[in-house]
């Protein structure tokens, strides 16, 4: 299967605004408003951040948005935090026959 | 608040079959529109999403482990569970189980397990 594409890693200092991208097709996330952002702490649990491409699940930070262009979606982080340093991964309907696709992984680095 | 915990062995032999348990605390197993899904992380790698069994008992998988791969539930036990046969070491990976609460492809997984990491080695 084809995983979307995502940079490895993205760095920035406390208080700035980091952008990740999450590049798929026209069969996954340019063809449908299914995108998910997930934050995960190695070792720990993965926590879903945003669903539907923009929607923040309750009780997660506003610095946290979502958007969609064409076949790109990102995630911005804005007010970057110490606690921020995480691995995030995106995730996408798509209409081949695995169903769920996720993105290659970016590491945060706070600086 | 749904919790969701991974057991299985730590260690599978090559040819093999992996079998993992998913225990959820909670909420009802077989609650409507709840969709009980397994997904892994190959060492350095990212996530492959690997299927899912639903409230109903239905279950679908990914077209490159089909062949090798059963997800089924028991709902009196509130588990359900993976099982993946002819393993290799393709197959070490850190596996998660993890919740949609929907048959709405939008809907995100939340929330998932902590994972157990599978190594297959001789």
């Known amino acids: 299967q084809s995983a979307l594409t995502q940079p490895a890693s993205v760095s920035g200092s406390p208080g700035q605004s980091i952008t990740i991208s999450c590049t798929g097709t026209?069969?996954?996330?340019?063809?449908?408003?299914?995108v998910s952002w997930y934050q995960h702490h190695p070792g720990k649990a993965p926590k879903l951040l945003i669903s539907?491409?923009?929607v923040r699940r309750s009780g997660i930070s506003d610095r946290f948005s979502g958007s969609k262009s064409g076949n790109t979606a990102s995630l911005t982080i804005s007010g970057l935090q110490v606690e921020d340093e995480a691995d995030y991964y995106c995730e996408s309907y798509t209409i081949r026959s695995t169903m769920y696709v996720f993105g290659t992984g970016t590491t945060v680095a706070v600086l | 608040q749904v919790l969701l915990l991974e057991s299985g062995p730590g260690l599978v032999k090559p040819s093999q079959t992996l079998s993992l348990t998913c225990t959820v605390s909670?909420?009802?197993?077989?609650?409507?529109?709840?969709?009980w899904h397994w997904i892994r992380q190959h060492p350095e790698r990212g996530l492959e999403w690997i299927g899912y069994?639903?409230?109903?008992?239905?279950?679908y998988y990914n077209p490159s482990l089909k062949s090798r791969l059963v997800i089924s539930a028991d709902t009196s036990k509130s588990q359900f569970f993976m099982s993946l046969s002819s393993v290799t070491a393709a197959d070490t990976a850190i596996y998660y189980c993890a919740l949609r609460r929907s048959n709405y492809y939008g809907v995100g997984l939340d929330p998932w397990g902590q994972g157990t990491l599978v190594t297959v080695s001789s």
């Open positions: 909670g909420h009802s197993i077989n609650s409507h529109n709840f969709y």
């Open positions: 069994v639903s409230y109903s008992g239905t279950t």
């Open positions: 026209s069969s996954d996330i340019g063809g449908f408003n299914f």
């Open positions: 539907e491409v923009s």
